[in-house]
């Protein structure tokens, strides 16, 4: 997808732990560890949300944040940073806390249109040298408690959340109408523009085997 092999010439950092986007990193053959962030983002996106940011800068600011926080204590390494905004209506959510909220959450997407702000950031020394923001919008299909119930089967052994609780990449879209935006977008990071960026900046190098 992104090239046949590539050759890390920094050392990347992922400040975040989500499965997701670790599986785009994966996905796009680059080689990277991951470092948790420290940031309280519900705290801090709820701040946002209160003096009225746009989605975009909330879901940016957030990323920055993680990015930032990961690189004082990491010189001269590539920290990326990213985060994802799910909106419904007006209507701001927070990652599940657990299976109770997960639920809670899926019953009330059901059957509405909801959008998805998906940000990424990389910053080397504290400073910030590129980011990106890109949007995605999902329709869900109107769901019976059994389905539900079925779709809490299938994700049994895996409490690693999304913001929007459902595994995009897992079960191929099967709870939607329809979705528009790119894969990537949905799953939390904008990466082919990531890679893209990385690549132009000789952070890495794609090479033949």
């Known amino acids: 997808m992104f090239g046949v092999f590539v050759e890390n010439q ?10 997701a986007r ?6 796009a053959n680059v080689r990277f560890a991951c470092q948790s962030h420290g940031i309280r983002e519900g705290r801090l996106k709820k701040e946002l949300t ?3 940011k746009t989605y975009r800068t909330i879901a940016l600011t957030i990323a920055k944040a993680k990015a930032l926080n990961v690189a004082k204590n990491s010189p001269g390494s590539c920290v990326i940073g990213s985060d994802q905004i799910l909106v419904c209506g007006e209507r701001v959510f927070n990652k599940p806390r657990n299976k109770k909220d997960a639920i809670k959450q899926l019953k009330f997407l ?16 504290q400073k910030i040298l590129w980011s990106c923001v890109r949007v995605a ?25 999304s ?9 191929g879209g099967a709870l939607f ?8 977008t949905i799953l939390g ?15 890495i190098e794609y090479k033949k085997r």
């Open 10 to 19: 920094v050392n990347i950092i992922l400040a975040s732990g989500s499965s």
């Open 22 to 27: 670790k599986y785009l990193l994966n996905k």
């Open 50 to 52: 209160t003096e009225k």
């Open 110 to 125: 059901s059957g509405k249109k909801h959008q998805l702000f998906s940000a990424v950031c990389v910053v080397i020394n």
């Open 137 to 161: 919008s999902l329709k869900m299909k109107l769901l019976k408690t059994e389905a539900l119930k079925k779709y809490f089967i299938k994700l049994r052994g895996n409490r690693d959340y």
């Open 163 to 171: 913001i929007g609780v459902y595994r995009y990449e897992i079960d």
């Open 177 to 184: 109408d329809w979705a528009r935006g790119n894969l990537e």
């Open 189 to 203: 990071m904008p990466t082919q523009e990531l890679v893209l960026f990385l690549k132009r900046k000789k952070f």
